[in-house]
């Protein structure tokens, strides 16, 4: 803790917002889909170095199914590879409160090739970041 304490440095914030509604399966009613994800860049306030990312999305990592017996990150796996190859800083993600049951499983993701990926299937999480 008092490591971490001696390590605080001032940074700014810029927030982001995306939406994906084709990427949201609303599994139970009543029907509402939260699309909405919400990135946060933390930068340093001197230097405008990239420090730290957050990014927010109202979506159960479970597109693997419930069949699944790999371990696996899911779609945050992938979220946080990408974020953190494309701007070499600290990642994170968090799903958000949605009142509805949201999930990716039944969303219809292609491939690099055009073909659907089936739920359940490793390659899909990524695709569905890396899209």
Known sequence: MRAA?????????RVGTA?????????????IKHDELVAVQFQHAETAKPVGVIVQWNCHPETLGGKNTEISADFV???????????????SISPGRSAAWMTSLKVPVQDEQGQELADGTIAKPSAMVNR
């Open 5 to 13: 304490e001696a390590a605080l440095q001032p940074v700014t914030a």
């Open 19 to 31: 939406k994906a509604p084709e990427l949201l399966h609303d599994a139970r009613e009543p029907y």
């Open 77 to 91: 796996g992938a979220v946080v590879e990408t974020v953190a190859a494309s701007i070499v800083v600290r990642s």
